[in-house]
């Protein structure tokens, strides 16, 4: 399985965006459907997006549904989560990784170590 590498949280004011960046370090994730999950302080892990290998299908938490995109450039070995109106309670460590099923709520297997999205009021 290839090991998530995630990059572009920051600050940001409330209704601001961001776009956070995976890659690998090795393996390339075409062939893998990959997805975003999110957990912020005393708060369980909680599904944000997940998209097939082909990019044909994609689930949204009802959280960021309208909100978030999430795409793949396989040509870059990327995938990426664009986050547009952006709330302080979206405030997170957001992490790649490997979804178990390709559905809302599911686990993640062999994610990276996160970037830091912090939404400011």
């Known amino acids: 399985q290839p090991q998530p590498v995630e990059s572009g949280g920051g600050l940001v004011q409330a209704g601001g965006s961001l776009r956070l960046s995976c890659t690998t370090s090795?393996?390339?994730?075409?062939?893998?459907?990959m997805g975003w999950f999110r957990q912020a302080p005393g708060k369980e892990r909680e599904f944000v997006a997940a998209i097939s290998w082909s990019g044909g299908s994609t689930h949204y938490a009802d959280s960021v549904k309208g909100r978030f995109t999430i795409s793949g450039d396989n040509a870059k070995n990327t995938v990426y989560l664009q986050m547009n109106s952006l709330k302080p309670e979206d405030t997170a460590v957001y992490y790649c990784?490997?979804?178990?099923?390709?559905?809302?709520?599911?686990?993640?297997?062999?994610w990276g170590q996160g970037t830091q999205v912090t939404v400011s009021s």
């Open positions: 990784g490997l979804p178990r099923k390709l559905r809302v709520g599911t686990d993640f297997d062999s």
């Open positions: 090795g393996r390339t994730l075409s062939g893998y459907d």
